[in-house]
């Protein structure tokens, strides 16, 4: 072979090297390329097309609960991940000695769907008196954060504050007489009409009516000398004060339409922040609020936005003076979520609020995104309320509820079982209906009653306690029309009985 022929050879050979090297780097990239994009969520379709599955997580309280996904059987227990294709699927909880808990659910595309939520109770629970309570009660509240109960016996000045942070419940008695209005030989002849906790579980703002006059109180638990008398302290009546940080050191108030700063650490009140003020709520130091505004043409209501500092609020919408307004405001996952309702008219946005600008024909409304714009309700409501956490809006008119997903961006309506409703959880509603303690999920899903009043059985246990695998069934000792809570270890769920003697406080161990 000659030197020509023999070149022509190797030249042919690294040829077929460099093919084969680009061919196997193709096949490597290919193979990279394809497992990012599984990694990512990304799949071919029965009809060849390229889609991005999303991405559900799974909590329970408690872990270790088996799940079912459309029917099969997920190896791994919460909590877990799981990619799921877009569409409708359908997810069951269950574990050994505890009910069950299900929903279906709705993917799309690259979302992500957090199901932090859900609860499973424990079977064949057994209740047990954890403490007596008087005959009658003033009221009854536990905190935001389920660690502490506050009640008082009626026309008592004696406030007491349960802690049900340990196993065992411990009572804490303060003597209140030299700092409610309408206190006589010891007794309290006012009424409470409103009480709030506030996020440190160490105070409650109250306000207390007597005499045709309300007095509003915010009241230290740990201290109560260091309590102090806003109408009082600052000769104003105020028809609305909301609390502006977890210690409630510094309060809005609402006093002949005007809306102020109170500071109750100097006890110092503010400039006249907002005029003709009807009514509003707040996140921390932002507020949205509806007004009362004059024009040469007529009367009208005014919703806007003001964020604290401003020389102003800044307007969002404008309704007719006769129209039923609400409003609501929260943060969730560090964004800012407003909402009103005109009639039955709901719209939601989120972002960051408008700051106030002198020409108000030229804010600039982008740092807003629309949720719902306008969604029409079956009732125009009358009230707002939110979860504990925020991720849920509650528009209600008695009954009925229209409650906004701020996760999903989903609205639910539906009709409750009662308009007298707590917060079970952060997102578990309860009542007491009929002579049973019902629970269910904020969206009405998995409702279930815990505990059943039967007025005659042939039960002859000492604690006149049937057991049943989900219900508990009591005879004798009838439940009473307060609202249920979960201690914040999540052990025990707390009721109120009326039994021959008084209240009450009962517990059922939901876990182990």
Not at 60 to 86: C, Y
């Amino acid at each position: 072979m000659d030197f020509e022929e023999r070149e022509k050879q190797r030249r042919r050979q690294l040829i077929k090297v460099i093919i084969a090297e680009v061919g196997m780097a193709i096949s490597v990239l290919a193979i990279v390329v394809v497992a990012t994009l599984a990694a990512m969520g990304f799949f071919v379709t029965s009809s060849g097309k390229i889609e991005q599955s999303g991405l559900v997580q799974i909590h329970s309280m408690p872990n270790g609960a088996t799940v079912e996904i459309d029917g099969s059987t997920v190896f791994s227990r919460t909590n877990l991940s799981r990619s799921l294709t877009p569409g409708e699927h359908s997810i069951k909880l269950s574990r050994d000695g505890y009910d069950s808990w299900q929903r279906t659910i709705k993917m799309s595309s690259g979302m992500l769907l957090r199901l932090y939520y859900p609860r499973l109770f424990l079977l064949n629970r057994k209740p047990e008196v954890a403490l007596h309570l008087e005959k009658s009660l003033e009221f009854y509240l536990p905190s935001n954060d389920q660690t502490y109960i506050l009640y008082a016996a009626a026309d008592s000045a004696v406030w007491n504050v349960i802690n049900i942070r340990d196993d065992e419940p411990k009572v804490t008695q303060l003597d209140l007489s030299t700092i409610l209005p309408g206190v006589t030989e010891g007794k309290f002849l006012g009424k409470v009409e409103s009480l709030k906790w506030n996020n440190n579980s160490d105070s409650v703002l109250a306000k207390i009516a007597y005499e045709d006059q309300a007095e509003w109180i915010l009241i230290n638990l740990k201290d109560t000398k260091q309590s102090l008398n806003l109408t009082r302290t600052f000769g104003l009546e105020f028809t609305q004060v909301e609390m502006i940080d977890d210690g409630a050191a510094q309060l809005f108030a609402l006093e002949n339409q005007h809306l102020r700063r109170i500071n109750t650490g100097d006890q110092s009140i503010s400039r006249v922040l907002l005029h003709n003020v009807l009514s509003f709520a707040n996140s921390k130091t932002n507020v949205i609020y509806v007004m009362s505004q004059v024009t040469e043409e007529e009367t009208e209501k005014v919703v806007g936005v003001y964020r604290d500092g401003e020389k102003g609020g800044t307007t969002l919408v404008k309704a007719s003076n006769n129209a039923v307004v609400t409003v609501a405001l929260t943060r969730y996952y560090d964004e800012d979520y407003l909402a009103y309702a005109i009639n039955n008219e709901l719209s939601v946005y989120y972002g960051a609020l408008p700051t106030y600008r002198e020409d108000a024909q030229n804010t600039d409304f982008s740092s807003l995104k629309t949720l719902m714009d306008k969604v029409k309700l079956q009732t125009a409501p009358t009230q707002f309320s939110l979860s504990p956490e925020g991720e849920y809006i509650i528009a209600s008119r008695g009954r009925q509820f229209t409650v906004v997903d701020l996760e999903m961006g989903e609205l639910i309506e539906y009709e409750a079982m009662a308009s007298d409703l707590a917060w079970l959880d952060e997102a578990m509603l309860t009542a007491v209906v009929d002579d049973a303690l019902w629970v269910w999920d904020f969206d009405d899903g998995n409702r279930r009653e815990m505990v059943r009043y039967v007025a005659d059985t042939d039960d002859t246990d000492d604690e006149n306690i049937v057991e049943h695998e989900a219900i508990t069934t009591i005879s004798r000792t009838k439940l009473a029309n307060y609202p249920a809570v979960i201690s914040d270890n999540n052990k025990w769920m707390y009721y109120l009985t009326e039994t021959k003697t008084g209240l009450a406080l009962t517990r059922e161990r939901i876990r182990d």
